[in-house]
């Protein structure tokens, strides 16, 4: 292809591409295929001579598009969002087309020092301390990985990496059950094994760990020979919301010398808005934060906010300085590579540059406030109707419910039946998990595009399906 035919069909491109966003609730949100669909339309070996961009994208169309879930459906519901605004788009195109590998200083000046102006930007916008600096990592769970193997060269006198684990004391991690699963693989990765990841009970209409078990658990590991190493806190679990009281963990981490992470991947991005902000009172005591702006605040994947307040333990624990990565005669540089696992890195840092300056924090704010503010409606809908229970109150834009009508019996079957009736119908897209061994029914508002109507139009389908099953 050359640059002539690349300038076209980037433009056409950028046309479909607004024909789709327009056109997104025509369209079923989740895919509705069967495992095999696509398989199936796909060669079996690669074509030998080269074809036109034409038939290639035709293909696009054909077998592809029906093969997708569309994440940026103003109706999607589901999981949490993957939020991509235009801006970001954007940016993620002008990264692509001049495709720096920004795993050093010197390898892309631009993307390091971008990289720490908008790491700083997106500090003070969530309201944490100065005394907090950052890096984009690829994913919450490498943040969360990065933060377990700081915690274990921390807690063995910085030996682990040298020594491997064996014949060195057994660590102890501490988290609730309302932590991402994440933290249980970066556990594993680690080499803490899931034996020694300790689950404390929670409590409270925010299934926070209760602090008097996380003390006594950490003294009970203490008087057993076993060597605490940190805690997972979080803010906005996965599956209902559920956060941490962080104030308290911190104040016991500080007790024992223990290392605290906070992931706050999804929740994380409200805290623009200082209304939001007592959902992680006292974070500014953690020692580190990992939240995602590639989920709801519009800058898409790969794009995750890992705030540390000591750098040193970090770059201790994750940097190899050969000689073919050292940069000399530059002093006061930061080589990003050397605070995350992966050595390549991508320019990330220029989606957030164009969101924050496209939209302003005003605008992210309104966005969140409306995603809020809807889905404590349509809680109220729900809850006003017969045959519809809450079962956990909103965290903000997330809550769970069940779909209990008089006389049902297996309401755990019943739920799941609604919700894959739901996502067959393909008008919106929720899903389930379990909670107070229930299976329930998830809601989120998060999408860029949504409107009150589609939230409206949410509570009218899930009504309307649910009648219809019983
Ligand atoms: N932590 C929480 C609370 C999450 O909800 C998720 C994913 O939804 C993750 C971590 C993992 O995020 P990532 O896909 O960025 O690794």
């Known amino acids: 292809m050359n640059w002539d035919d690349f300038a076209t069909w980037g433009a056409r491109i950028s046309d479909w591409a607004k024909g789709y966003h327009r056109t997104l609730r025509d369209r079923p949100v989740r895919a509705q295929v069967a495992p095999g669909d696509i398989l199936a339309q796909l060669p079996t070996a690669p074509p030998q001579a080269g074809e036109s961009m034409d038939a290639v994208f035709a293909d696009f169309e054909k077998i592809v598009m029906p093969g997708l879930t569309h994440w940026q459906h103003p109706r999607f519901f589901a999981y949490f969002p993957a939020n991509a605004t235009p801006p970001s788009m954007l940016a993620d195109y002008l990264a692509t087309v001049i495709a720096p590998q920004c795993m050093l200083w010197q390898t892309s000046p631009a993307a390091t020092e971008m990289e720490t102006r908008m790491l700083q930007w997106l500090r003070q916008s969530l309201g944490l301390a100065d005394h907090f600096e950052g890096v984009i990592q690829d994913s919450a769970s490498t943040a969360t990985l990065a933060a377990v193997l700081t915690m274990r060269e921390r807690a063995l006198g910085w030996q682990g990496n040298e020594k491997g684990l064996s014949g060195l004391d057994t660590l102890r991690i501490y988290c609730s059950e309302e932590v991402h699963t994440s933290v249980d693989r970066a556990i594993w990765i680690a080499g803490v094994g899931q034996d020694n990841l300790c689950r404390v009970p929670t409590h409270g209409p925010l299934r926070s760990m209760q602090p008097d078990a996380l003390e006594a658990a950490i003294k009970q590991d203490l008087a057993n020979g076993l060597k605490p190493a940190g805690i997972v806190a979080c803010v906005g679990g996965t599956g209902t919301g559920g956060c941490d009281d962080i104030s308290a963990v911190c104040d016991i981490a500080a007790k024992y010398d223990l290392y605290v992470h906070v992931d706050a991947a999804w929740a994380g991005a409200a805290m623009i808005c200082p209304e939001y902000r007592h959902y992680w009172e006292g974070v500014d005591k953690a020692d580190s934060v990992v939240f995602n702006p590639h989920k709801w605040l519009g800058m898409q994947f790969d794009c995750s906010a890992h705030f540390v307040k000591n750098p040193d333990d970090l770059v201790r624990t994750l940097a190899i300085r050969p000689e073919y990565l050292k940069t000399h005669g530059a002093d006061g540089i930061i080589n990003y ?35 809020v503010t809807w889905a404590h409606e349509l809680r109220d809908l729900l809850a006003a109707e017969p045959d519809f229970e809450i079962v956990t109150e909103p965290v903000l834009s997330l809550f769970t419910f069940r779909y209990a009508p008089d006389g049902a019996t297996d309401l755990d079957a019943l739920n799941q039946r609604l919700v894959d009736t739901i996502n067959n119908d393909g008008r919106i897209y929720i899903t389930q998990t379990r909670t107070k061994g229930q299976l329930v029914i998830r809601f989120q508002a998060g999408q860029v595009d949504a409107t009150r109507e589609d939230v409206l139009f949410a509570f009218d389908t899930i009504k309307e399906i649910a009648r219809a099953l019983s």
Do not use: T
């Open 337 to 371: 590579s050397e605070w995350s696992v992966p050595l390549g890195r991508r320019f990330r840092a220029l989606k957030i540059w164009f969101v924050l300056r496209i939209y302003g924090l005003d605008g992210l704010q309104q966005m969140i406030r409306n995603h």
